[in-house]
């Protein structure tokens, strides 16, 4: 379980690192140490949606959602 743990913290760090370098929060905010990971990855998509755009103004997403179909019943 270390190994887990310790791939989420570095995952922590990088979305933290991100937000601090884009200007989205301050550096060095104990706030966003105590967030979860889920919290962290929120705050990151929600500020590339929010000021990463295209010139014709359409959002760009930086991740994909596949939806596996279900199969017919036959």
């Known amino acids: 379980m270390g190994f887990l743990r ?3 913290e570095k995952q ?7 937000l601090e370098r884009d200007g989205k929060v301050s550096p060095n905010n ?3 140490h105590s967030k979860t990971i ?3 990855i929120h705050d990151h998509e929600e500020f590339v949606i929010m000021n ?3 010139n014709y103004n359409s ?6 959602i596949h939806i ?5 019943p036959s």
């Open 52 to 54: 990463h755009r295209n």
């Open 38 to 40: 889920s919290e962290l």
């Open 12 to 18: 922590k760090e990088l979305l933290i690192s991100e």
């Open 68 to 72: 596996k179909k279900k199969p017919n």
């Open 59 to 64: 959002l760009k997403f930086n991740k994909s």
């Open 6 to 8: 310790d791939a989420v």
């Open 30 to 32: 104990k706030e966003l």
